[in-house]
T-cell receptor, first 115, second 112 residues
């Protein structure tokens, strides 16, 4: 498909385990964003990749969170030693450019539940 | 106080009504996005504005940079417009080019 895809769609894990969430952006999009939406809360910026530049990690809530983007395409968000408060929908988006002034295309999200 | 505020938080309308959702922000911005989140959770970008007005079908978005305010209008509303509408601002200075600040959303329900 031509859209942003994310996997898995749902992930249930036990407290303390590590999880990896994957995002496949639209081909050719240079910018990739990760957001989080906790139950009943608004969207929250996590991290932003633009081309080969150093990522903006200013939204990551703790050092248990990290993300990589390999080859300027696929991105993986890793959460180590998961906590119950990490339960949320994790959304990925991509856009043509990275100025924040380009339309962002969102993936369907990964619903993470930490028991 | 959130840097991006939306009102109303919840809105119920009858089919056919004209709807306005407001977004105000307290700092300088370079762009403002309007997003639609369907009940199933999927998010669609509706508009990106840095000035003036944009129209797409029954949707109109306006922004007044001086007043730090944007509005999303829906004409001839329909039950399928029922969704959460979110505004998001790219705040300047200081924020990176990718760091959007989100409003808490307006939940719209259009009754037939």
């Amino acid at each position: 498909g031509a859209g942003v895809s994310q996997s898995p769609s749902n992930k249930v894990t036990e407290k303390g385990k590590d999880v990896e969430l994957r995002c496949d952006p639209i081909s050719g999009h240079t910018a990739l964003y990760w957001y989080r939406q906790s139950l009943g809360q608004g969207l929250e910026f996590l991290i932003y990749f633009q081309g080969n530049s150093a990522p903006d990690k200013s939204g990551l809530p703790s050092d248990r969170f990290s993300a990589e983007r390999t080859g300027g395409s696929v991105s993986t968000l890793t959460i180590q030693r998961t906590q119950q408060e990490d339960s949320a929908v994790y959304l990925c988006a991509s856009s043509w450019g990275g100025t924040g002034q380009n339309e962002q295309f969102f993936g369907p999200g990964t619903r993470l539940t930490v028991l | 106080k959130n840097e991006v505020e939306q009102s109303p938080q919840n809105l119920t309308a009858q089919e056919g009504e004209f709807i306005t959702i407001n977004c105000s922000y307290s700092v300088g911005i370079s762009a403002l996005h309007w997003l639609q989140q369907h009940p199933g959770g999927g998010i669609v970008s509706l508009f990106m504005l840095s000035s003036g007005k944009k129209k797409h079908g029954r949707l109109i978005a306006t922004i007044n940079i001086q007043e730090k305010h944007s509005s999303l209008h829906i004409t001839a509303s329909h039950p399928r417009d029922s969704a959460v509408y979110i505004c998001a601002a790219l705040i300047l200075p200081g924020g990176s080019q990718g760091n959007l600040i989100f409003g808490k959303g307006t939940k719209l329900s259009v009754k037939p």
